[in-house]
């Protein structure tokens, strides 16, 4: 199992540009996370799905969409990237246990 | 929102020391979880916690769930230069079954 994997690992935009990080997971997870790390803030929670079909807002939404057409599946979009959205984005699935497991990360500077 | 404070934000401390750290809430949890991550990757889950009281061993690594509910600590024994990283504590708040709350992080470095 590769786990959950996410691509881009880095990505330079300009304000106003839009991009779609990309996520999976191939451990058959409901549950799937978008977070955020800044420094000094820890992770944020950004939008979640606990299955396909459904997402929800978590702390920090603002300026991202999402979507889960498949289990699979749950890419982030940045529609107009602003500076304050330069940061390290991290997915992340669960199962039926606590345990999430966390991709390597995509690291986005918003010039 | 809810908002975990951890501390010591960062510590220094010599190889086959021993370390402690703590996480506190200002409101109940009912699970408390710690991770690490190392530099450059996603974090990692060491410990569960699931009961007030509870004391859990990993390894050289012990964690507690305050009698209180709102902190729980994390003690790492003899410590290795694996050991650098961040540690985050974490858990669901109130009412929720899966939306994870992290703390800030303690930042440790182990020199030889």
């Known amino acids: 199992n590769a786990g959950v994997t996410q691509t881009p690992k880095f990505q330079v935009l300009k304000t106003g540009q839009s991009m779609t990080l990309q996520c999976a997971q191939d451990m058959n997870h409901e549950y799937m996370s978008w977070y955020r790390q800044d420094p000094g803030m820890g992770l944020r929670l950004i939008h979640y799905?606990?299955?396909?079909?459904?997402?929800d807002q978590g702390e920090v939404p603002n300026g991202y969409n999402v979507s889960r057409s498949t289990t699979e599946d749950f890419p982030l979009r940045l529609l107009s990237a602003a500076p304050s959205q330069t940061s390290v984005y991290f997915c992340a699935s669960k199962g039926y246990q606590e345990t999430q497991y966390f991709g390597p990360g995509t690291r986005l500077l918003v010039l | 929102g809810q908002q975990l404070n951890q501390s010591p934000q960062s510590m220094f401390i010599q190889e086959g020391e021993d370390v402690s750290m703590n996480c506190t809430s200002s409101s109940i949890f009912n699970t408390w979880l710690w991770y690490k991550q190392d530099p450059g990757e996603g974090p990692v889950l060491l410990i569960a916690l699931y009961k007030a009281g509870e004391l859990t061993s990993n390894g050289r690594l012990t964690a507690q769930f305050g009698i209180t509910r709102k902190d729980s600590f994390l003690n790492i024994s003899a410590s290795i230069p694996s050991d650098v990283g961040i540690y985050f504590c974490?858990?669901?708040?109130?009412?929720?079954?899966?939306?994870?709350?992290f703390g800030t992080g303690t930042r440790l470095q182990v020199t030889l």
């Open positions: 799905s606990v299955g396909a079909g459904i997402t």
């Open positions: 974490a858990g669901p708040p109130p009412g929720t079954a899966s939306k994870l709350t």
